[in-house]
């Protein structure tokens, strides 16, 4: 089974500052996938950003990075200047590459990030 | 780009009611996945299709069943609803489960009430 922690249940940061959303996970698989999603007052489920646990290069997309330590199995999101519109849920998940239950996502219990003006 | 489609949005029963929620899959994608979010919970994975047959199942109730038509859409049927029930119901496609880095792309979800 796997199982995936968000330590922080709010988070707060001033607008154009950067914050850092921690996230913990714990699988049995070599291989699996990690995701970060975003999901604000509507309620949409948005990918803000993913990363191969295969690959040792932490994934970047615009002003969203990750920093993932496999031994640690850290997986934590950066989030550099930030705007009033990043405000939402945060929701780290991971997904197995192959094996059993492939292709289905396991959660954390979100950070709801808060952006101060 | 064309989005997954869920319906309805709302949708409001009655304890003991059945209820019907619709998913429509980006086009070409093989591959749809069901959750349930409470209120203030993580999406819980449901059940999962690939190519119109069952691919995975999670903590889905005995009440609810579920399946993926010849055009990939699929619907997730729920019976004898519980208040428990109340939730927001996503759907979510991906093409090719076998793919590197398949990205599941999330519906805008379905909010069911059970008075």
């Known amino acids: 089974a796997q199982t995936v922690t968000q330590s922080q249940p709010e988070m707060s940061v001033q607008e154009a500052e950067t914050v850092t959303l921690s996230c913990t996970y714990d699988t049995s698989e070599s291989d699996y996938y990690l995701f970060w999603y975003k999901q604000p007052p509507s309620r949409q489920m948005i990918l803000v950003i993913r990363?191969?646990?295969?690959?040792?290069q932490n994934a970047t997309e615009n002003r969203f990075s990750v920093n993932f330590q496999k031994a640690a199995k850290s997986f934590s999101l950066k989030i550099s200047d930030s705007q009033l519109g990043d405000a939402a849920m945060y929701f780290c998940a991971i997904r197995n590459a192959g094996g059993t239950s492939y292709g289905k996502l396991t959660f954390g219990q979100g950070t709801i990030l808060t952006v101060h003006p | 780009a064309a989005g997954v489609i869920q319906s309805p949005r709302h949708l409001i029963k009655e304890k003991r009611e059945t209820a019907t929620l619709k998913c429509y899959p980006i086009?070409?994608?093989?591959?749809v996945y069901w959750y349930q979010q409470g209120p203030g919970q993580d999406p819980q994975f449901l059940i999962s299709?690939?190519?119109?047959?069952?691919?995975d199942k999670g903590s889905i109730p005995d009440r609810f069943s579920a399946q993926q038509f010849s055009d990939y859409h699929s619907e997730l049927n729920m019976s004898s609803l519980e208040l428990g029930d109340s939730a927001l119901y996503f759907c979510?496609?991906?093409?090719?489960?076998?793919?590197?880095?398949?990205?599941?792309?999330f519906g805008p979800g379905t909010r069911l009430l059970v008075l």
């Open positions: 979510a496609s991906s093409l090719d489960r076998r793919a590197m880095i398949e990205t599941q792309y």
């Open positions: 086009p070409r994608h093989d591959t």
């Open positions: 299709f690939y190519e119109k047959m069952q691919s």
């Open positions: 990363q191969e646990a295969y690959k040792q």
